[in-house]
């Protein structure tokens, strides 16, 4: 049976709310799952699991955490017992070598950064689903070529999802429903959708993304920007990214999502 190239996703998870609200954002992703190829697995890559070193869930029945707080009781109460597959696990520790890849069999699971989109996706919670860590220790460039390696897995029925934001600055956020977004947070989110396609020589500009006159104000840490990069790096030269959904939401946090293949 011939498996044809999974697509490769990059989501902007933004507030945990969206599990359990219907919203633009949430309906995007239920579409998604309505109508892309059903992957034989899922490799997730959350901006909430940053860790020394890399680390891959490799336990059977991987635990739903519920890391957040201050939320209704309605979002605690969610479970989503996907299978494990600790041969994918498997797979991945040698598919990133000779970056040493930890597996582990009982401490993670899958958060609210993987589960949280995954859920829309796919609520029955039936496909085998693996979470990879961002090593909070590499380089953005490290991230990005971690991603090129894990292309190969689209090719063997895996969709990868990576999910986080491209702009993220919680202590600038506006409650306002209203709220204008703030112009470094325009401006950086729009220098991100103008390079998602880059194919020029050298180094990706995603990749330099400090390099922005907003990088510092839109991404005062690292981690949920940086699983955008898994995504960019698994992308084939002949393959276009497309831009599912967009928005800034509360002045500081985007929602800016894209497909590959």
Request: proline share 7%.
């Amino acid at each position: 049976m011939s498996i044809s190239r999974m697509p490769a996703l990059f989501l902007g998870h933004g507030s945990p709310m969206n599990v359990v609200e219907d919203n633009p954002y949430s309906r995007s992703w239920q579409q998604l799952g309505l109508t892309l190829p059903r992957p034989q697995a899922i490799l997730a890559i959350s901006a909430h699991w940053y860790t020394r070193g890399t680390c891959v869930t490799a336990m059977k029945n991987p635990r739903t955490i519920h890391d957040f707080g201050g939320f209704p009781q309605d979002l605690f109460d969610i479970e989503y017992p996907a299978p494990g597959s600790p041969a994918l696990a498997a797979e991945i520790v040698q598919l990133l070598a000779p970056t040493t890849v930890i597996a582990d069999e009982s401490d993670w699971g899958f958060d609210h950064g993987s589960w949280g989109v995954v859920k829309k996706m796919y609520p029955a919670a039936d496909i085998p689903m693996v979470q990879l860590s961002i090593d909070g220790t590499a380089d953005a460039e490290t991230h990005f070529q971690l991603g090129r390696k894990l292309s190969a897995l689209r090719d063997r029925g895996v969709m990868i999802i990576a999910s986080g934001n491209v702009v993220h600055n919680l202590r600038m956020v506006r409650w306002q429903e209203s709220a204008a977004p703030y112009p470094w947070a325009q401006s950086f989110n729009q220098f991100v959708r103008d390079n998602i396609n880059w194919r020029g020589d050298g180094r990706h500009p995603l990749v330099d993304y400090q390099q922005h006159e907003g990088a510092a104000l839109s991404i005062p840490t690292p981690e949920h920007y940086l699983p955008l990069l898994y995504i960019l790096g698994c992308r084939h030269d002949e393959e276009t990214a497309a831009i599912t959904i967009d928005g800034i939401e509360m002045a500081s946090l985007s929602m800016l999502s894209l497909q590959v293949g």
